[in-house]
């Protein structure tokens, strides 16, 4: 059964910086494209990023309201994912979920861990 | 950037009646590129269909997708309680790579 569970999430404020982590199992970490997608509260759904499988060159990819700001890690060693959030503002107040990524879709999600940014 | 656009905004049913939502996009999406996802309160999203038509692993049949170029459908032909959810749909492209509608909400009539 595949598996992700994020953590990590938590109050910072503005301007701070954050390091989410995304533990993967039940496939192949090493194999897998992963992204993050994040959910205001009561609102829709924002892709964030996306990390190719090292064996596709390792590539990373951003949304345009994070880019330079947000990076995305992995470690497959120890099948984990990250999304180190620096800068941060009100507006990346959000759950963040980590997501694998399937051909053009995002086939199997965590929980989520919520960030908020507040002063 | 591609823009999809979902309808109605909220579609109020019973049990056992059709729903159907619509995904629009501003312009022309590979039939490829066109995903469905579910989402229940306090849950994550799950994907239902992928390739505008194909259901995800474990998804019951009631679930079909449908459409090409810019105009999508999802449909469940006899609704169920647990049906009752908000949906998006979600296309990728070069740039952002995933867009996602801003989501239908299927409520209990």
């Known amino acids: 059964e595949v598996q992700l569970v994020e953590s990590g999430g938590g109050l910072v404020k503005p301007g701070g910086s954050l390091r989410l982590s995304c533990a993967g199992s039940?496939?192949?970490?090493?194999?897998?494209?992963m992204s993050w997608v994040r959910q205001a509260p009561g609102k829709g759904l924002e892709w964030v990023g996306r990390?190719?499988?090292?064996?596709?060159?390792?590539?990373?990819d951003y949304a345009a309201p994070v880019k330079g700001r947000f990076t995305i890690s992995r470690d497959d060693s120890r099948n984990t994912l990250y999304l180190q959030m620096n800068s941060l503002k009100t507006e990346d107040t959000a759950m963040y979920y980590c997501?694998?990524?399937?051909?053009?879709?995002?086939?199997?999600w965590g929980q989520g861990t919520l960030v908020t940014v507040s002063s | 950037e591609i823009v999809l656009t979902q309808s109605p905004g909220t579609l109020s049913l019973s049990p056992g009646e059709r729903a159907t939502l619509s995904c629009r996009a501003s312009?022309?999406?590979?039939?490829?590129?066109l995903a469905w996802y579910q989402q229940k309160p306090g849950q994550a999203p799950r994907l239902l269909i992928y390739?505008?038509?194909s259901r995800a692993t474990g998804i019951p049949d009631r679930f079909s997708g449908s459409g090409s170029g810019t105009d999508f459908t999802l449909t469940i032909s006899r609704l169920e309680p647990e049906d009752f959810a908000v949906y998006y749909c979600?296309?990728?492209?070069?740039?952002?790579?995933?867009?996602f509608g801003q989501g239908t909400k299927l409520e209990i009539k």
């Open positions: 997501t694998t990524n399937h051909l053009w879709h995002l086939r199997y």
């Open positions: 039940g496939f192949t970490f090493s194999n897998a494209w």
């Open positions: 990390v190719k499988s090292k064996a596709d060159g390792g590539a990373t």
């Open positions: 312009q022309s999406v590979s039939s490829s590129y």
């Open positions: 390739g505008a038509s």
């Open positions: 979600q296309q990728y492209d070069s740039s952002p790579m995933y867009t």
